[in-house]
């Protein structure tokens, strides 16, 4: 049975203030590319460690796709296997995600690069190695 509250029309002045709420919201301006709390991340994804290890899991967790050396990870619990300074900058990267962006390529980007060079890994999941 849905909530009566669900069902009730909106006051005048809830409407205004929603929709002034709203008006605020588009207004604000989109957050620039954390660029060095993603290169930091590049940078540990790239070596062979347990850090870099869920640098890189953590990365393509957010965009969705799956770990290029086969390795599956535990999405965001991955951020418990970080050291202070890269658990900074994944929550760094994940609150500029999470909202508007004036391009996602920044992170696509690097997710291509560490798609290409870890893809020729055995027992890689990307079927080219």
Same mark, same amino acid.
């Not at 460690?49 to 390795?71: H, I, K, N, V």
């Not at 990267?93 to 992170?107: F, I, K, Y």
């Given at each position: ?10 006051? @005048? ?26 290169? !930091? ?10 850090? $870099? ?20 990870? @535990? ?12 658990? !900074? !900058? !994944?929550?760094? *990267? ?21 798609? *290409?060079?870890? @893809? $020729? ?9």
């Amino acid at each position: 049975m849905p909530d009566a509250h669900l069902d009730r029309q909106l006051t @005048s002045a809830e409407r205004s203030a929603g929709l002034a709420e709203l008006r605020r919201l588009i207004c604000l301006p989109i957050p620039p590319v954390p660029e060095e709390s993603l290169r !930091a991340l590049h940078e540990a994804a790239c070596s062979d460690t347990g850090g $870099s290890q869920a640098s890189r899991s953590f990365l393509f967790w957010l965009a969705g796709q799956p770990d290029p050396t086969g390795y599956r990870g @535990s999405g965001g619990l991955e951020l418990r296997r970080l050291d202070h300074q890269l658990r !900074a !900058a !994944a929550l760094e *990267v994940l609150n500029w995600w999470t909202g508007p962006t004036r391009s996602d390529e920044p992170l696509y980007h690097m997710l291509r690069d560490l798609e *290409v060079r870890f @893809s $020729s890994l055995p027992g890689s999941d990307t079927g080219r190695g």
